[in-house]
């Protein structure tokens, strides 16, 4: 009966532990950029866009669609770190436990 005792104390620990990390994801910002930088977007790791920032060189009327690409790649390149932070974060609080691998837990 102590090993349940200590299990359902464990699991509480956890679940504080991983709404504490929800609200750190939320304040955690990632960059990323395309266009050698032209194009910077902002965001949480919980990918929330935060922010866009675009080089005035690309302000060109008649090249719309290359703008839109650049824009569709920053953002792709900032999700892909808000993961990676979010991840690695997670990895820190788990460290230990038998989750089988795969598992996402957010």
Do not use: C, H, W, Y
């Not at 359902?8 to 504080?16: G, I, N, P």
């Not at 304040?27 to 929330?48: D, I, Q, Y």
């Amino acid at each position: 009966m102590r090993d349940l005792m200590g299990i359902m104390k464990q699991a509480q620990a956890m679940q504080e532990k991983m709404a504490s990390l929800q609200d750190e994801l939320d304040t955690v910002e990632v960059t990323g950029a395309s266009g050698g930088g032209a194009v910077r977007v902002t965001m949480t790791a919980k990918g929330l866009v935060r922010g866009i920032q675009l080089d005035p060189t690309l302000m060109v009327p008649n090249e719309r669609e290359i703008l839109e690409d650049l824009l569709v790649a920053a953002v792709n390149d900032a999700r892909g770190k808000a993961e990676q932070v979010a991840a690695e974060r997670m990895a820190e609080l788990t460290k230990g436990l038998p989750i089988p691998p795969g598992m996402k837990l957010f």
